[in-house]
């Protein structure tokens, strides 16, 4: 079966640093999204594309947070400079059309020290 | 956008039928009814989507009334594995715009 890939699993980063999270989602999956998951709380939508264009990114941090998708394919999400408040589990989910069905990848486990 | 309401928590046994209810007074037209499940430290997994009256999978079944203000996810003969946060999600369809709750809690004890 067919899966969402993310990486790293798990990154560990001093505040002001730079990190980057990486998702590759499911092939033929046109739109993709980037959640940020506090612990005990629900995904919180960051960024959607359909394709290479950002269709929703109203509650990105967009001070610090970037993403892209320049082929329409795999996908990258930047925080410059990381905050303490932005450990979280960062998630990426693909689907083929709208928000219908969205397939999960594992998750980036990040913790900002 | 249709905000929804789920109980925070809910406990059951083995071998029980459990019902998830969740509340959206303000669903649109055109909007669905999506159920997701996530574990621990794990991404969210599709359970099951409707529009109206009554769908059912392989692992659940979900009703939707007739004015379609709230949802009932229906799990048969829960196991200690259906331990998991369950989240009810209202999207338009069409539109990209879907947005998670808390969700719900389910402990499944032996």
């Known amino acids: 079966e067919a899966e969402v890939a993310q990486s790293p699993r798990y990154k560990i980063t001093e505040k002001s640093q730079a990190v980057a999270f990486w998702c590759d989602p499911i092939?033929?999956?046109?739109?993709l999204y980037w959640y940020r998951q506090i612990l005990g709380q629900g995904p919180e939508l960051l960024v959607q594309?359909?394709?290479?264009?950002?269709?929703?990114d109203s509650q990105l941090p967009k001070d610090r947070f970037s993403a892209e998708r320049l082929k329409g394919v795999d996908s990258t999400l930047k925080i410059q400079p990381a905050e303490l408040g932005d450990s979280a589990m960062y998630l990426c989910?693909?689907?083929?059309?709208?928000?219908?069905?969205?397939?999960f990848g594992p998750g980036t486990r990040l913790t900002v020290t | 956008l249709a905000k929804t309401t789920q109980p925070i928590s809910m406990d059951s046994y083995e071998g029980q039928e459990v019902n998830i209810t969740c509340s959206h007074n303000?669903?649109?037209?055109?909007?669905?009814i999506t159920w997701y499940q996530q574990f621990p430290s794990q991404g969210p997994r599709f359970i099951i989507q409707g529009y109206k009256t009554k769908v059912t999978n392989e692992v659940a079944s979900l009703f939707i009334p007739a004015d379609r203000k709230s949802s009932t996810l229906s799990l048969p003969r829960v196991s200690l594995s259906d331990t998991a946060v369950y989240y009810c999600l209202v999207a338009k369809g069409g539109n990209n715009d879907m947005r998670f709750g808390a969700g719900t809690r389910l402990t499944v004890k032996p």
């Open positions: 989910a693909s689907s083929l059309v709208g928000p219908y069905e969205q397939y």
């Open positions: 092939s033929g999956h046109a739109t």
């Open positions: 594309f359909q394709d290479e264009s950002v269709v929703d």
């Open positions: 303000n669903i649109a037209t055109n909007d669905y």
